[in-house]
């Protein structure tokens, strides 16, 4: 079993719609929770770090970790076409500065 | 404030040759993270160094590969002979002192290697 698991979808949706995107893990050493954005052919870009369990929010964008189930989540409302891109879901142990684990990525396309 | 700087951002290497990737992390950051991403893949771990210490290689291929951080100038990898399973998009992060909450660490644009 992969340490993190993110669907690599990819997934098309229309403009204004909510998205959720979703990882599952398997280390209960993981403590810190980020959700990175990946242009096309771009290094990936901080969105939301969430430490522990909880929810986080900023702006459209809202991430929930669930520590029970091994479980996080990133939700965007409203979609607009630029938030077509990879979403990568990454975690790393208590320390903070610690290697991160990636997800796969999914492709996510917002039409018009 | 300059963000992570990575170069060059395109190397084409035959096989065979070195190749020689560097980053220069964000002002006031002293942590340095090297990551591999290959075609339909995540990104992987590689490396994290301090400056003068390599702190956690556990993600390096036993061969071939090594990591620096020097005292002055920028972190480089070194791939030795490379082949064409090398090529990958390379990326380097870095993060402020460690030990505090939220030290997330933040990427250069990477750089693509091609071996022919």
């Known amino acids: 079993q992969k340490e993190v698991e993110q669907d690599p979808g990819p997934l098309s949706v229309p403009e204004g719609a909510i998205v959720s995107l979703n990882c599952t893990y398997s280390n209960s050493a993981f403590q810190y929770f980020m959700w990175y954005r990946q242009y096309s052919r771009k290094g990936p870009e901080l969105l939301m770090y969430t430490y522990s369990s909880g929810n986080k929010e900023d702006g459209r964008f809202t991430a929930q970790v669930d520590k029970s189930s091994k479980y996080i989540s990133l939700f965007i409302r409203d979609s607009q076409p630029s938030d077509s891109a990879t979403y990568l879901c990454?975690?790393?142990?208590?320390?903070?500065?610690?290697?991160?684990?990636f997800g796969k990525g999914m492709k996510l396309t917002v039409n018009p | 404030n300059a963000g992570v700087m990575q170069n060059p951002r395109h190397l084409v290497r035959r096989r065979g040759q070195e190749a020689r990737l560097r980053c220069s992390p964000m002002k006031g950051h002293s942590h340095v993270y090297w990551y591999r991403q290959l075609p339909e893949e995540g990104l992987k771990f590689m490396v994290y160094l301090q400056k003068e210490n390599i702190i956690d290689e556990s993600g390096m291929p036993k061969e071939r590969f090594s990591a620096e951080f020097p005292k002055e100038g920028p972190s480089i990898l070194r791939i030795q002979q490379v082949v064409r399973g090398d090529s990958a998009a390379y990326f380097c992060?870095?993060?402020?002192?460690?030990?505090?909450?939220?030290?997330?660490?933040?990427f250069g644009p990477g750089t693509r290697l091609t071996v022919l």
């Open positions: 992060a870095s993060s402020p002192w460690g030990g505090r909450i939220a030290d997330t660490q933040y």
């Open positions: 990454a975690m790393s142990g208590a320390g903070g500065s610690e290697k991160l684990v």
